[in-house]
């Protein structure tokens, strides 16, 4: 395991400090979607306080009154100053990023400044169903480019996929998620220069949602896209919602390789009024000071994910689960039970514990659950020991 100096900072360990009484009164989608009896490790938030300088930052803010529009360049450079540091990336150029309202609607945005109405967007199953949602909804076809048995992308499934998506002169994009939300896969070096190649080839313009970049916590070293050679075209969206768990505080950015500066040119202005000026002063906070949260965090997230190994092989050894080196997400294979198609309606129902139903993930998805293991130790045991009493 790389670059996790918890030890000596001294940063309690965030997934440690709440209650499950204290989290039970937050009133965000992961605590209100289900009854008070239901314990909840579905919807990506996690069970965390806030690092101390985003509390602080957005305090100042509010206690000044510093609530209008978003100006500058302050996010943009903070991530630029994070990604040279965390992942020796020096070619986050600021003047070739944008601030959007959040991943997903910079995702549909990039989308529309390289696609057409009825083109195909490419994606790798099973994968965040509102890669579905969205592009479907802004009329673009989905065509689906499973991730191999290894949960790795195929580039031949790929190479084939888009082939067809550009097939009669069409535009095409590929919609990559790197890291891979639900399997946790931290894609390589080699895998993404591959990937920048067979899109060059075809002519097929790349989108890499890079959310989950800062959760990488095994030894495989997170690699932007548009760090890699051949990947100039491409454009990324970035963020620190993920990372310091700041859904509900709007902001992201989406950033352009050289070869795609003019593209981003051409978003219309109207979407850099949607992000909240108090979320883009919490996001600067996060990646310019929030660093030694971060490594508390990842550390916690380590023991998270060899503990549930652990539980797993205890109370469910048929469910196959192989831990992922990034995201706070685990893709569990509980096909071996013989629960049928959406094993986390069982769960739900009988052991009264929510988890991610995979059938909304694409192909793939079949029989899978995905497990939220931003949480404390407790409620993970807790959790894993419900999902075992479902079976009894
Ligand atoms: C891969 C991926 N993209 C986007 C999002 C949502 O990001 P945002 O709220 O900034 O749209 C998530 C949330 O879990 C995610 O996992």
């Known amino acids: 395991m790389t670059r996790i100096p918890h030890e000596t900072s001294g940063e309690p360990n965030p997934l440690q400090v709440l209650t499950l009484d204290r989290l039970r009164q937050r009133t965000s989608m992961k605590w209100r979607t289900h009854p008070e009896d239901v314990l909840p490790l579905w919807v990506a938030e996690m069970d965390v306080p806030l690092a101390e300088p985003v509390?602080?930052?957005?305090?100042?803010?509010?206690?000044?009154?510093?609530?209008?529009?978003?100006a500058g360049t302050a996010y943009a450079e903070a991530l630029a100053a994070f990604a040279g540091k965390r992942w020796g990336w020096g070619g986050l150029a600021v003047q070739r990023t944008a601030i959007v309202p959040d991943v997903m609607l910079g995702v549909v945005e990039m989308l529309k400044l390289v696609t057409g109405t009825g083109d195909t967007v490419v994606v790798n199953p099973p994968v965040y169903p509102p890669f579905y949602m969205f592009v479907e909804h802004m009329d673009r076809r989905v065509a689906e480019a499973p991730l191999g048995a290894d949960g790795r992308i195929d580039l031949d499934v790929l190479e084939e996929a888009f082939r067809q998506a550009v097939a009669g002169g069409r535009r095409a994009a590929y919609l990559l998620c790197s890291p891979h939300n639900p399997t946790g896969t931290v894609h390589t070096a080699e895998e993404l220069s591959a990937v920048a190649g067979l899109a060059e080839r075809y002519g097929v313009r790349v989108v890499a949602d890079e959310i989950h970049a800062p959760l990488v916590v095994g030894g495989a070293g997170f690699v932007p896209y548009l760090s890699v050679p051949?990947?100039?075209?491409?454009?990324?969206?970035?963020?620190?919602?993920?990372?310091?768990?700041?859904?509900?505080?709007?902001?992201?950015?989406?950033?352009?390789?050289?070869?795609?500066?003019?593209?981003?040119d051409r978003m219309p202005e109207e979407v850099g009024h949607g992000p909240s000026h108090v979320a883009v002063i919490a996001h600067t906070a996060a990646l310019r000071d929030g660093v030694t949260w971060l490594d508390a965090l990842l550390a916690g997230l380590d023991g998270n994910r060899r503990l549930l190994a652990d539980l797993l092989a205890e109370h469910l050894p048929a469910i196959r689960y192989r831990p992922g080196d990034a995201t706070y997400l685990a893709w569990l294979d509980c096909r071996a039970l013989g629960l049928g198609d959406d094993p986390a309606d069982v769960f739900l129902r009988r052991g009264r514990v929510a988890l991610s139903s995979g059938l909304a993930f694409g192909?793939?998805?079949?029989?899978?659950v995905r497990l939220n293991l931003a949480t404390s130790k407790e409620v993970l045991t807790e959790a894993v020991r419900r999902t075992a009493a479902a079976l009894r």
Not at 65 to 70: A, E, F, L, N, Q
Not at 237 to 263: F, I, Q
């Open 55 to 70: 509390v602080r930052a957005v305090t100042d803010a509010l206690h000044l009154g510093d609530t209008g529009y978003p």
């Open 230 to 264: 051949g990947a100039e075209r491409g454009l990324s969206l970035m963020s620190a919602s993920k990372g310091w768990n700041l859904p509900g505080l709007k902001a992201a950015l989406a950033v352009a390789g050289p070869g795609a500066a003019a593209d981003l």
């Open 363 to 368: 192909t793939g998805g079949t029989g899978h």
